[in-house]
């Protein structure tokens, strides 16, 4: 069984930087690297949302219009783990963060399609 743990979340005021990690166990590196990774998040009384997703080989991004240029998936494969870099924080962008592994190769923003998850991360960002 695939188990996801993301770390990283905090309290920063606005204009401030996380940087999210989200590790996998109980799939090897190989496995893993064939997985779509993502994040999603979400804030009090909405629906989850998709953040950004990242390919099997990491040259493959995807990213809400809202973060881009501000946030950074990457990850590395050796370890599997998968990171959000977050710049520029505002406060909208306050929520629980998610970490989801796809198996299937293609790309989606749809949480229903993907399998694993984990537990979340507090984001909260002060004005």
């Known amino acids: 069984q695939v188990h996801i743990v993301e770390s990283g979340g905090g309290l920063v005021q606005a204009g401030g930087s996380l940087r999210l990690s989200c590790a996998a166990s109980g799939v090897s590196g190989r496995i893993f690297s064939m997985y779509v990774m993502g994040w999603f998040r979400q804030a009090p009384g909405k629906e989850r949302e998709f953040v950004a997703g990242?390919?099997?080989?990491?040259?493959?991004?995807d990213y809400l219009a809202s973060v881009k240029g501000r946030f950074a998936i990457s990850r590395d494969n050796a370890k599997n783990t998968v990171y959000l870099q977050m710049n520029s924080l505002k406060p909208e962008d306050t929520a629980i963060y998610y970490c989801?592994?796809?198996?299937?190769?293609?790309?989606?923003?749809?949480?229903?399609?993907?399998?694993?998850w984990g537990q979340g991360t507090q984001v909260t960002v002060s004005s």
């Open positions: 990242i390919g099997w080989s990491g040259g493959n991004t």
């Open positions: 989801a592994a796809r198996t299937n190769p293609l790309r989606s923003r749809m949480p229903q399609e993907y399998d694993y």
